[in-house]
């Protein structure tokens, strides 16, 4: 059973920027493909980047912006997020898939979830 802890999240200004970190364990981290998604109030759970032994893969939104990445000995996968607007204030969720070549962007494809991590970007 693997276990994903987020964290990083807070409160900062619009074009500020955040790392998020997801720490896994009970795992072999380099067998999961790894995804992070976002959830705003009252709307559904989106995607936003993934990463995979196929590379990097990211939602249009963030693309440009949004970085994903891992370290592999240290099991743990970073999002970082330049040019925040307000808009991409979520709670965001870290995910892994034991499809470790995937680069999903759909929800259903990932077995693990952590917590969350909320994100406020005030204009």
């Known amino acids: 059973q693997v276990q994903l802890v987020e964290s990083g999240g807070g409160l900062v200004q619009a074009g500020g920027s955040l790392r998020l970190s997801c720490a896994a364990s009970?795992?072999?981290?380099?067998?999961?493909?790894m995804g992070w998604f976002r959830q705003a109030p009252g709307k559904e759970r989106d995607f936003v980047a993934a990463?995979?032994?196929?590379?990097?893969y990211y939602a249009d939104s963030v693309k440009g912006r949004f970085t994903i990445s891992r370290d592999i000995a240290k099991n743990t996968v970073y999002l970082q997020m330049d040019s925040l607007k307000p808009e991409d204030t979520a709670v965001y969720y870290c995910?892994?898939?034991?499809?470790?070549?995937?680069?999903?962007?759909?929800?259903?494809?990932?077995?693990?979830w952590g917590q969350g991590t909320q994100v406020t970007v005030s204009s």
């Open positions: 990463i995979s032994w196929s590379g990097g």
């Open positions: 995910a892994a898939s034991v499809l470790a070549w995937s680069l999903s962007d759909a929800a259903l494809k990932y077995n693990y």
């Open positions: 009970g795992g072999t981290f380099s067998r999961y493909a």
